[in-house]
Nanobody, 121 residues
């Protein structure tokens, strides 16, 4: 069972990145998916989540209006489109999966290894 993130990198403030999280080993099409991030020396915090059918999405206030979470169950993949990036968005971004969506890291049982996003000013 694996969740593998990709799409991170270095971008200037105001730029965009699209993160992907592909699942393998089992199907997560019936699972909610979440994105979290962790900056150096800080706790892992909620970014966005999406229900299993994509019918509902949830965002942290800090990213609302700039980030969009989506999923393609046929590809077993969840995405995070990040626009208008700010230096404070710099962090390692993790995707997670669980039968039910949540906004706390402990609510998710499956995690990816993370992908680094760095936003320069």
């Amino acid at each position: 069972v694996q969740l593998v993130e990709s799409g991170g990198g270095l971008v200037q403030a105001g730029g965009s990145l699209r993160l992907s999280c592909a699942a393998s080993g089992r199907t997560f099409s019936s699972y909610a998916k979440g994105w979290f991030r962790q900056a150096p020396g800080k706790e892992r915090t909620f970014v966005a989540a999406i229900t299993w059918d994509g019918g509902s999405t949830y965002y942290a206030d800090s990213v609302k209006g700039r980030f969009t979470i989506s999923r393609d169950n046929a590809k077993n993949t969840v995405y995070l489109q990040m626009n208008s990036l700010k230096p404070e968005d710099t962090a390692v971004y993790y995707c997670a999966a669980d039968p039910r969506w949540g906004s706390r890291a402990y609510e998710y049982h499956y995690w990816g290894q993370g992908t680094q996003v760095t936003v320069s000013s």
